[in-house]
């Protein structure tokens, strides 16, 4: 599976390396290179790597953290209501979030992602 790195506007990557863990593929490591001409990167690593050091920003995290960082970029996506709707759905309600109510399933109006994960 190859990304879309030629129309990224933005990459943030947790725990990998991409240029020196990709260096054997050539679509990799050649749009990796344009990509950093165009879009703006963000590495969340706590070793201060070769993709770090050309990174726009390097976020140091103490091993072991990432995840608390993703579920807190997923909570401020969901609750301020920051995903790419035209894209990915809304919700019926509007998509509000409260905390402790799950929401239903059959309330997610989705478009073109492939399928809501549980």
């Known amino acids: 599976r190859q990304y879309d790195l030629t129309n990224s ?24 290179g344009n990509m950093l001409d165009h879009a703006k990167v963000a590495i969340v690593d706590p070793r201060f790597s070769s993709s770090a050091q050309k990174a726009d920003e390097w976020l140091p995290i103490r091993p072991g953290t990432d995840s608390a960082l993703a579920l807190a970029l997923a909570h401020v996506i969901l609750v301020e209501g920051l995903w ?26 989705e478009r073109y992602s492939h399928g809501l994960v549980q």
Request: charged share 25%; hydrophobic share 35%.
């Open 84 to 109: 790419h709707k035209p894209f990915v759905g809304d919700f019926a309600n509007g998509g509000r979030f409260v905390a402790g109510e799950s929401v239903a399933e059959e309330d997610f109006e």
């Open 9 to 32: 506007r933005y990459q943030l990557c947790f725990g990998t390396d991409p240029i020196a863990a990709n260096r054997q593929v050539s679509y990799a490591t050649r749009e990796w």
